[in-house]
């Protein structure tokens, strides 16, 4: 396992501004958190490519900035809307695959914007999943607070149903927020869990830098090792500063120790 970082942590500043950052303090394995649709543009993805290519480094996966909107987009009655919302992710299947990244993730549908059942969820995310496929792309369900994939029997249900497209994404600081303990959900998710978001929590502060409170890092890690997990740790913990750098690199340096 490799430890990365998400673009998102220095969120409000730049995209690019965020990626140079990380990449001359040492990072070298990224998610992109796009912000607007200007970054998709290829003009400003190639600057993204350039900069990591120049320090030997890789993007892993991209998050849109519609996630909030897949509810209404993706998974709404209205099936029309959702087939022209599969040709609006064409766009981020194309700009992850201009960037070298191998997912894409998916929030989903709000737990309390149920206009459609179960079965039809599982089938427009194949749908989904096969639209990727076509760019090389792995599409990633993660698990999200008020969201149907916040609920480990709803991801259950997705990797009975869809068998080999059933692939996730992991968010521990989610995990927490429902109540779950992430090691948890990783077995549930167990050959189908391709990547992680990562944070470290105390008491009721669920999202802090790694290192900094009290979750079991080591039987985290062990359950993924135990599980055969093969992919890499992603720090995810919004809010920090550009003069937060250090305690960044502290964070990396803490995970990288456990693997």
């Not at 496929?133 to 249900?157: C, P, W």
């Not at 359950?223 to 305690?247: A, P, W």
Request: aromatic residues 14%.
């Amino acid at each position: 396992m490799k430890t990365g970082i998400s673009t998102g942590c220095l969120y409000p500043a730049l995209t690019e501004k965020s990626l140079k950052l990380l990449l001359d303090n040492g990072f070298d394995l990224f998610e992109i958190f796009f912000n607007t649709f200007s970054e998709l543009e290829p003009d400003f993805l190639d600057r993204l490519k350039f900069l990591c290519d120049s320090k030997n480094a890789k993007i892993v996966s991209i998050h849109p900035f519609t996630s909030v909107f897949e509810s209404y987009l993706l998974f709404s009655a209205y099936e029309r809307r959702f087939w022209d919302g599969v040709k609006m992710y064409h766009m981020y299947f194309r700009s992850a695959k201009r960037l070298g990244a191998e997912y894409v993730v998916l929030h989903g549908m709000f737990s309390n914007y149920s206009s459609i059942d179960d079965e039809e969820y599982c089938r427009r995310f194949g749908i989904l999943s096969d639209t990727a496929a076509e760019y090389g792309i792995t599409f990633l369900q993660e698990n999200v607070f008020n969201f149907q994939s916040g609920d480990k029997d709803f991801i259950r249900n997705m990797a009975d149903r869809l068998g080999s497209k059933a692939n996730f994404v992991l968010d521990t600081k989610q995990a927490r927020r429902c109540g779950y303990d992430p090691g948890l959900l990783a077995e549930i998710m167990g050959s189908s869990l391709r990547h992680i978001h990562i944070s470290d929590c105390k008491n009721d502060e669920l999202c802090l830098l790694p290192g900094t409170g009290e979750f079991d890092f080591q039987k985290f890690y062990s359950t993924l090792h135990r599980i055969g997990y093969n992919g890499d740790c992603v720090i995810e913990v919004y809010g920090q500063k550009d003069n937060d750098i250090s305690r960044l690199l502290k964070a990396k340096q803490y995970l990288d120790a456990l693997t």
